[in-house]
């Protein structure tokens, strides 16, 4: 929360303003950790298919320090949880957020 309040503006809610390095910002009251971010990376270095890479980290899983995972923006729209889908529709989506230094 910190790091977008203080370090970033504010996009809207809508990812086709996404640009490589911009955060996608979740809030989740009623978590014990209820800020999330979320940062596009854009094509992979890594996977052949897609342009739409987004890049997070778990927090700690199962009593565990948790892991970096990777999924493509398309993926998200379409998850089963949608507290995670970034849409305008989610009010858990706050929205896009590009660092004050890009």
Known sequence: KTLVNLNARPLGRDTRALRLGDLLYFHQPGQREPDHL???????????EGDDWVVYHTGPLDGGPGEVRKVRLST???????????????????????????
């Open 38 to 48: 979320m940062v596009f990376v854009g094509r992979s270095h890594f996977e052949s």
């Open 76 to 102: 998200l729209v379409l998850l089963p949880a949608p507290r995670w889908r970034p849409l305008a529709s989610n009010p858990a989506f706050v929205g896009v957020f590009r660092l004050s230094i890009l």
